[in-house]
């Protein structure tokens, strides 16, 4: 069996579907399906008694792409709050409760929260963006781009 804690999680064992090759480098492993494998993961946490735990909630997080800065503005929080609860792994029951029906509505659900996720994903890119505009015989043109290196604008 394999440990597999690439996900961020620390209690996840495969049986399969994985395979180890013997590199220069060392042991290095491949997950097949690794989205699936996910997707189950993330199906299995919704389904968890009691609150997450920080890891949870940020493998949650992540699996629906928004950074810890969106995950708070939806609550009306800071991104350093959402931050202290991945770390410390005291996450309010609200927060707890919004991003499990999140993830179940992108996995299972008809779509409509994923249009909302897509939305606030946007809206970030928006936020932190600038306009450079540059003059070329006399006129002007301009390109959104983004303040922060990790955020591309599509």
Same mark, same amino acid.
């Given at each position: +069996?394999?440990?597999?804690? @690439?996900?961020?999680?620390?209690?996840?064992?495969?049986?399969?579907?994985?395979? &180890?090759?013997?590199?220069?480098?060392?042991?290095?492993?491949?997950? @097949? @399906?690794? #989205?699936?494998?996910?997707?189950?993961?993330? *199906?299995?946490?919704?389904?968890?008694?009691?609150?997450?735990?920080?890891? /949870? $909630?940020? $493998?949650?997080?992540?699996?629906?792409?928004?950074?810890?800065?969106?995950?708070?503005? +939806?609550?009306?929080?800071? /991104?350093?709050?959402?931050?202290?609860? &991945?770390?410390?792994?005291?996450?309010?029951? !609200?927060? #707890?409760? *919004?991003?499990?029906?999140?993830?179940?509505?992108?996995?299972?659900? @008809?779509?409509? +929260?994923? #249009? *909302?996720?897509?939305?606030?994903?946007?809206?970030?890119?928006?936020?932190?963006?600038?306009?450079?505009?540059? &003059?070329?015989?006399?006129?002007?043109?301009?390109?959104? !781009?983004? /303040?922060?290196? /990790?955020?591309? *604008?599509?």
């Amino acid at each position: +069996m394999y440990h597999y804690t @690439d996900c961020g999680l620390s209690n996840v064992w495969l049986k399969n579907g994985y395979n &180890e090759t013997n590199t220069p480098y060392g042991k290095a492993v491949s997950i @097949d @399906d690794a #989205d699936g494998l996910h997707n189950l993961l993330a *199906i299995q946490l919704t389904e968890k008694k009691g609150r997450l735990t920080g890891k /949870e $909630f940020r $493998f949650l997080r992540t699996l629906l792409c928004l950074s810890q800065q969106s995950t708070g503005q +939806m609550q009306g929080l800071t /991104e350093q709050a959402v931050s202290l609860w &991945e770390r410390t792994g005291k996450v309010p029951v !609200q927060a #707890d409760a *919004i991003l499990r029906m999140l993830v179940l509505e992108k996995l299972i659900g @008809d779509g409509k +929260m994923g #249009d *909302i996720i897509n939305r606030i994903n946007t809206v970030e890119r928006l936020v932190n963006q600038k306009i450079v505009a540059t &003059e070329h015989k006399k006129k002007w043109t301009s390109k959104a !781009q983004s /303040e922060k290196p /990790e955020l591309a *604008i599509a």
